[in-house]
């Protein structure tokens, strides 16, 4: 279903992107302990959006709901989805272990999934800012500058 979703040019659209966001995010919480939360924005514009940044907006959400249902042993999620000043913000704060790692850049030092989040940010110029303290949880923040394209 996501290969189809994301080569489907009826679906290059805002509202298609947070709509199949929220449908995963539901997926893979349902078969957990996690308890979560969910807050969209009930009506959305409509924006046209690229193949290209559909895809990577949503891989990287991706990466970070698979990150806490893997690894984070958390036991509450917070997520969020906004559209403020041209950018689609998504935060994701949990309660689990956080990740252990010392260094200054989180994203330069753990696995391959947050440097390829890393690297699908930069693609589409979006600000990636990951926040971790061991035992203490994780947020993880991303703004994503909407592309200027005109509406559908």
Known sequence: NEIIWSLSPKQDNLESLISYTRHFINSMFESTDISYKIDIPESLP?????PDFRRNAFLI???????????????????????????LKFEAIDNGIGIDDSSKSIVNKVGFGLKNMKERSEIIGAKLDIESLPQRGTTVRISIPLPIFPPI
């Open 61 to 87: 959400i991706k990466e970070i709901i698979n990150n806490i249902v893997k690894h984070s042993q958390a036991s509450e999620v917070t997520l969020s989805i906004a559209l403020s000043n041209r950018e």
């Open 46 to 50: 409509d924006f046209m959006l690229s």
